[in-house]
């Protein structure tokens, strides 16, 4: 796959963020957003939404982070650092997405706007635990994902945003038409969990066109965190300045080496492994 440009020696790296919440077993989050950021060149800052207490096994414990506090770490980064592109992960609740949008608005991020934002609109983790309260969902469709740039929810998050069950290639394309309805720029249905098909596909549409994005279903129990890496990758491949089609297509290819890499952690999902950067193909 083609890499994305280093920087020289002494000079400041693209910038990127990730507003998202932790993972204290590493594997997901702000922690798997990060460890895309460095390995695509890219600096990578932060605005916490919540502290999870999570293994390998799953979530026992969330404690969100005061909304202005959120939106402040945003707009301290955006003033004085700058960033060329961020992305969302875990927001937990409805007035954390309100105060992302409102912050969004004052520091130019979104669609049409100066930094491009990539929306992976987290609703539960891998084992079913809720990481966006009921409540927050009219929000995340009426508030965050009409300035989205390009949103990537899996297909269980495309069921709950949109009540679309997609069960083949045909209703993939239904979700992407309908959160394109709902103002995103872009929205890309990612097919990693249609686990009937021998082939992942994921599904990006701009109100016009379909493109695919297609790879070779890799056969392993260990993704966590795969998500949150194919987001953080494209919000990678915009803060260089590449096109959402081009973004994307960087996007595949690296979360797909990431799965090929996986390795077992702890005593259930270990995560996908980035680390292949560094170790050779």
């Known amino acids: 796959m083609n890499l994305l440009p280093p920087p020289a020696l002494g000079e400041t790296p693209v910038r990127a963020m990730t507003i998202a919440g932790t993972?204290?077993?590493?594997?997901?989050?702000?922690?798997?957003?990060?460890?895309?950021?460095?390995?695509?060149?890219?600096?990578?800052?932060?605005?916490v939404t919540a502290v999870t207490v999570q293994n390998s096994l799953g979530v026992s414990a969330v404690q969100t982070i005061p909304p202005e506090v959120v939106a402040g770490q945003i707009r301290a980064v955006v003033?004085?650092?700058?960033?060329?592109?961020?992305?969302?992960?875990?927001?937990?609740?409805?007035?954390?997405?309100d105060a992302i949008v409102d912050v969004a608005a004052e520091v130019g991020l979104g669609?049409?706007?100066?930094i491009p934002l990539?929306?992976?609109?987290?609703?539960?983790?891998?084992?079913?635990?809720?990481?966006?309260?009921?409540?927050?969902?009219?929000?995340?469709?009426?508030?965050?994902?009409?300035?989205?740039?390009?949103?990537?929810?899996?297909?269980?998050?495309?069921?709950?945003?949109?009540?679309?069950d997609v069960v083949d290639g045909d209703t993939?394309?239904?979700?992407?038409?309908?959160?394109?309805?709902?103002?995103?720029?872009?929205?890309?249905?990612?097919?990693?969990?249609?686990?009937s098909s021998p082939r992942s596909a994921d599904i990006l549409y701009d109100g016009t066109e379909f493109l695919e994005f297609e790879h070779?279903?890799?056969?392993?129990?260990?993704?966590?965190g795969a998500g949150d890496t194919l987001a953080s990758a494209m919000c990678s491949a915009l803060a260089h300045g590449m096109?959402?089609?081009?973004?994307?297509?960087?996007?595949?290819?690296?979360?797909s080496e990431s799965i090929r890499w996986s390795y077992p952690l702890g005593k259930g999902h270990g995560p996908v492994n980035p680390?292949?950067?560094?170790a050779g193909p």
Do not use: Y
């Not at 003033?79 to 997405?97: P, S």
């Not at 096109?243 to 979360?255: C, E, G, H, N, R």
């Open 243 to 255: 096109s959402v089609p081009d973004a994307a297509t960087f996007a595949k290819a690296w979360v």
């Open 118 to 164: 990539v929306v992976d609109p987290v609703c539960a983790s891998m084992h079913g635990h809720q990481l966006l309260a009921p409540e927050a969902m009219d929000t995340l469709r009426d508030r965050l994902i009409p300035i989205a740039t390009v949103v990537t929810p899996n297909l269980d998050e495309v069921r709950l945003i949109t009540g679309i």
């Open 79 to 97: 003033t004085d650092i700058g960033v060329q592109a961020m992305k969302t992960g875990m927001l937990a609740n409805g007035a954390i997405i």
């Open 111 to 114: 669609r049409d706007r100066a």
């Open 216 to 224: 070779v279903r890799i056969d392993t129990p260990h993704d966590h």
């Open 172 to 195: 993939q394309r239904q979700a992407a038409v309908v959160l394109h309805e709902m103002g995103a720029q872009w929205a890309m249905v990612k097919g990693g969990h249609l686990r």
């Open 23 to 47: 993972d204290s077993g590493g594997g997901a989050g702000v922690a798997a957003d990060l460890r895309t950021f460095a390995l695509a060149g890219v600096h990578g800052c932060v605005a």
């Open 275 to 278: 680390l292949w950067r560094v």
